[in-house]
Structures are given as structure tokens and as C-alpha cells.
């Protein structure tokens, strides 16, 4: 493969909220000039404020905005942007898009339009790591023609079995079948739903694993055919397929683990012609089988924890590959550094249901000193806007072991404040104590099996509450005294998170 290099100049950023800063800090460390882009909701975000240039591309709904092609190509000719990063979610594994912006003569930043359609498809990725000896979950590499061929697969496979969307992805269009009386009906179902959701019915079977561990690969690769892995993202605490805590190591994988996944992520990814960031995605079963599920191809939510164990700044290096250069480093020169771990913080109300709680951020402080990073944009007195993904910030800490990570972690939370909206640290708190959080048998029930509101909640003992009762009649009888209360006094989840403190102080 022959490619001349072609430095980037401008950037435009092709996303909102904390990635798009990510993105931006990285490309002016650079010397590379960056243009935002922004709905009208977003007038005021930091995103809009931290790039050199910034333009409107419309109305609040994504699909008005964000999701424009056309408005964001013209973004890009008003402004001389050069090349397009897309961040993750809205257009960024959109082939489509990609190809719009290398139409236009600009650099994508990102894999190439044929790789994003062909991991698009299950089937198709699925098709290209068997080839390359890539373990499978036992089940069907095609399409599924008919129920009666479906219930003879099954039926070899041994039920449970899951019957998944081609064109899904992220848990969308997935159907367990405990038996054989129920294949037909869910099949159906199956087969609808495809259609409907993604306008492609094709669907196929797996042996469905009733409790893996989520475990992802980092790769990156250059235009010149080198690839390389950055090791394992554990991913498995998470809530109908969100993910709330990612790690990196796995407490579970061993180093002829890490390399057998490695390599075999590797593999999937030059099936495809891959080249910049992507993330190849495993189920790990109880007897640490690693099988292939998918592949992301962009930069995921969790990369800071690669970032952190690795030293690699993916943003910097996806960058340089779109420019051409080959990668600055080889497998030999990787090496894992510390334990790095990352919690998602929702703007979501764990004692109500997960229920969205946006608002105003009436007071907003970040946790600081070693080992902390937040990936965030917003500040105190900002309007989290309804129409967008509910995550406020990412927090991540690194430290020499795992041990020590999750005590910083856990330091870390209780140093953020946000008041204001209910959010979904204190729930990370909880899982980050779970004793099989912490001894690392965890699997992707752990929510599912472990988490009740009431875990939120402790009961207090008889001093506690009397603490507890004496404390808030001081905290009365001073809000009293200056007649007037203090706006963060009144928050709901100011007043759990007090009542919290107290418990603890005196557990
Ligand atoms: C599975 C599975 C069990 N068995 N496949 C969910 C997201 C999509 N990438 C694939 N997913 C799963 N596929 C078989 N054959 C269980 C899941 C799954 C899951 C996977 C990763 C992370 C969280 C998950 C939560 C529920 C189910």
C-alpha cells in the first residue's frame, strides 16, 4: 500500500460534548487549527467555545444537525477545514459519511468506507475472522432463511441459543430462545424488528452465553499495512448494553491471554484492509473462551483507560495516520503501565429508574491531584440539553495496581460534587465496592444481579441516625439564620449526598 503523507491543517470536528474537546486538545497540541460545529442548543457549549472557529449547522434534534452531512460538508468548505474527525456516535460509523468527506476532497479521519460498511454487517465481519482462524461463537455465519432450517441449527447447537440482527450491533435486535417451542414465534419477531430497525432482516444464531465477561481489543493501524493491538478494555459493568465502569487490564486475563486476543484482533482487523483506531469486541465465557462478536470502527467512549495503561495518545495517533505516516511505534515498544479504570457519569437518577434528570448544574466540581482525569464539558450554572446523550463527563484514574485504582476511584467520587441533577456516581460508588467488582468475578449481569435503589440507601444504625438527626437540625437552624437557603441545599441529591457522608464517617 503507497499513500503520500498530507498534513492536516484544520481540523473540523464532527461531534459535540466531551469528545469534541478531547479531540480538539489533542489536534492544538498539534499545531492543527479546529472548527466546531454546533446545534442551537449548543450555543454556549464548551465544545463551541475551546475551537478557533465554530459553526451552526441547525435546530436542536440531532437529525436536524448533528446527523447533516450536507451541513457539515458546508461547514467545512466555509471554514477551509481540511479533514473531518467524527468522534463517536452520531455520523461516525456512518460509511456514507465517510465517503461524502473524501468525496469532497477531504481527509476522513477514520478507516476507509469499505471497512465501516463491511463491520456494518455482523454476517460480513463474522465471515472474515472465521477465515483467519478467529474463534466464533458456536451458531450459523449466514443468513437465516427459514424457520425450519433455523430449529435443525439450534437444535445441533443446543438451546439456549440467540438469534441477532446482521445489521444490529450493541445488543439492538437480539432475541434469546430457551426452546425449541418458542423458535418460530421469536424468529419472527426477529426478523420484524431487523426490518423495521434497520431495513435489513437478515438475521443468524449463536449459542447464547448466559454469563460473559464483555472484553474489547484496541487496535491501531496505519496506512501501510502495520497493526498493532494496545491491549484489553474490560467492559462488563454495564446497563442494558451502557456501559458504566471500563478497565484496563483485565483482572481476568493472563498474559497468554492477552496476546492470544491480541493477535487474533489483529487478524480481524487486516481481514478488512483496516486501517486508524478500532476496537474488536469478545465474549469471554466462564471457562475464559474468548469468541469474536463485532468491530467498532471508530474511537470508542472508553478509550482514556488504553490512553492511561498505554501512554498513546489515540487521538494524536489517529490523526497521524490520516496524514499518512506509518505508526510511531511497534507491538515490541507496547507495554502495559498500571491499572487505569473509567466510570460513565450519567446525568440519570439510579433511584428512580435510570430516569434522564437534566436540568441545571447548580454547583459542578471536579476531583483533582494524582492519577485523575475528567473528560467533560460543562461547568457550573450549564443547562444539560434534553436532546442529546445524558453522559456529564467520563472520570478516569490511573494507579501502579488495580488495588490502588479502585481506592482512587472511589477518593475521586467522593471529592466530585454535583448538585443540582441527580447523577449516577454514587451508584458507580456502589459497584466499584461490590466484592465481586472487587475480586473481578464480575460478568455483564452484574447490574442486573447486584443493584436495587435500595443499595443506595443503607440502613443507618440508631447513632447514625441520631448524627444524622442532629445534623440537620444545626444545617436548619443555620439556614434559618441567614433567611435565605443555599441553592445547593435544596437539590435532592445535595441532601442524599450529605446524608451519605454521614453514614460513612460513622460506619
Ligand atoms: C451475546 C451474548 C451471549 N451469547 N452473544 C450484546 C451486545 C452485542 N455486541 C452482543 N451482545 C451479547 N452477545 C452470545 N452468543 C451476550 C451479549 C450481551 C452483552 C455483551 C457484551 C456486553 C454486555 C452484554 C449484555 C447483555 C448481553
Given at each position: 500500500m503507497s499513500v503520500s503523507n498530507r498534513k492536516i491543517r484544520k481540523i473540523l470536528v464532527a461531534n459535540r460534548g466531551e469528545i469534541a474537546l478531547r479531540i480538539m486538545r489533542s489536534a492544538k497540541e498539534m499545531g492543527i487549527r479546529t472548527v466546531a460545529i454546533y446545534s442551537e442548543a449548543d450555543r454556549e457549549a464548551l465544545h463551541v467555545r475551546y475551537a478557533d472557529e465554530a459553526v451552526c449547522v441547525g435546530p436542536p434534534p440531532s437529525s436536524e444537525s448533528y446527523l447533516r452531512i450536507d451541513r457539515i460538508l458546508e461547514a467545512c468548505r466555509q471554514t477551509g477545514a481540511d479533514a473531518v474527525h467524527p468522534g463517536y456516535g452520531f455520523l461516525s460509523e456512518n460509511a456514507r459519511f465517510a465517503r461524502a468527506v473524501e468525496e469532497a476532497g477531504l481527509i476522513f479521519i477514520g478507516p476507509s468506507p469499505e471497512s465501516i460498511e463491511l463491520m456494518g454487517s455482523k454476517l460480513a465481519a463474522k465471515e472474515a475472522a472465521q477465515k483467519h482462524g478467529v474463534p466464533l461463537v458456536p451458531g450459523t455465519a449466514e443468513a437465516l432463511t427459514d424457520v425450519e432450517q433455523g430449529k435443525r441449527i439450534a437444535r445441533e447447537i443446543g438451546y439456549p441459543v440467540l438469534i441477532k440482527a446482521?445489521?444490529?450491533?450493541?445488543?439492538?435486535?437480539?432475541?434469546?430462545?430457551?426452546?425449541?417451542?418458542?423458535?418460530?414465534?421469536?424468529?419472527?419477531?426477529?426478523?420484524?424488528?431487523?426490518?423495521s430497525a434497520f431495513g435489513d432482516g437478515a438475521v443468524f444464531i449463536e449459542k447464547y452465553i448466559g454469563s460473559p465477561k464483555h472484553i474489547e481489543i484496541q487496535v491501531l493501524g496505519d496506512r501501510h499495512g502495520n497493526m498493532v493491538y494496545l491491549f484489553e478494555r474490560e467492559c462488563s459493568v454495564q446497563r442494558r448494553h451502557q456501559k458504566v465502569i471500563e478497565e484496563a487490564p483485565s483482572a481476568v486475563v493472563d498474559e497468554a491471554m492477552r496476546r492470544a486476543m491480541g493477535e487474533a484482533a489483529v487478524r480481524v482487523a487486516k481481514a478488512c484492509g483496516y486501517y486508524n483506531a478500532g476496537t474488536v469486541e469478545f465474549i469471554v465465557d466462564e471457562q475464559r473462551n474468548f469468541y469474536f462478536l463485532e468491530m467498532n470502527t471508530r474511537l470508542q467512549v472508553e478509550h482514556p483507560v488504553t490512553e492511561m495503561i498505554t501512554g498513546v495518545d489515540l487521538v494524536k495517533e489517529q490523526i497521524r495516520i490520516a496524514e499518512g505516516y506509518p505508526l510511531s511505534f511497534t507491538q515490541d515498544e507496547l507495554a502495559i503501565n498500571g491499572h487505569a479504570i473509567e466510570v460513565r457519569v450519567y446525568a440519570e437518577d439510579p433511584r428512580n429508574n435510570f430516569l434522564p434528570n437534566v436540568g441545571k448544574l447548580l454547583?459542578?466540581?471536579?476531583?483533582?491531584?494524582?492519577g485523575v482525569r475528567v473528560d467533560d464539558a460543562f461547568e457550573a450554572g450549564m443547562q444539560i440539553p434534553i436532546y442529546y446523550d445524558p453522559m456529564i463527563a467520563k472520570l478516569i484514574v490511573h494507579a501502579k495496581n488495580r488495588e490502588e485504582a479502585i481506592a482512587r476511584m472511589l477518593r475521586a467520587i467522593s471529592e466530585y460534587t454535583i448538585t443540582g441533577i441527580a447523577t449516577t456516581l454514587d451508584f458507580c460508588a456502589f459497584a466499584l465496592r461490590h466484592p465481586s467488582f472487587v475480586d473481578g468475578s464480575f460478568d455483564t449481569n452484574f447490574v442486573k444481579k447486584y443493584f436495587t435503589p435500595e443499595v443506595l440507601n443503607p440502613a443507618l444504625s440508631e447513632e447514625e441516625l441520631q448524627t444524622a438527626a442532629a445534623f440537620a437540625t444545626h444545617l436548619w437552624a443555620e439556614q434559618k439564620q441567614q433567611s435565605q437557603v443555599p441553592a445547593g441545599n435544596i437539590s435532592p441529591n445535595g441532601g442524599v449526598k450529605r446524608s451519605w457522608k454521614i453514614a460513612r464517617r460513622n460506619a
Open positions: 446482521s445489521a444490529g450491533g450493541g445488543g439492538k435486535g437480539m432475541r434469546v430462545v430457551e426452546k425449541e417451542e418458542d423458535f418460530a414465534e421469536q424468529m419472527e419477531r426477529a426478523v420484524s424488528e431487523a426490518v454547583s459542578y466540581e471536579r476531583p483533582q491531584g494524582p
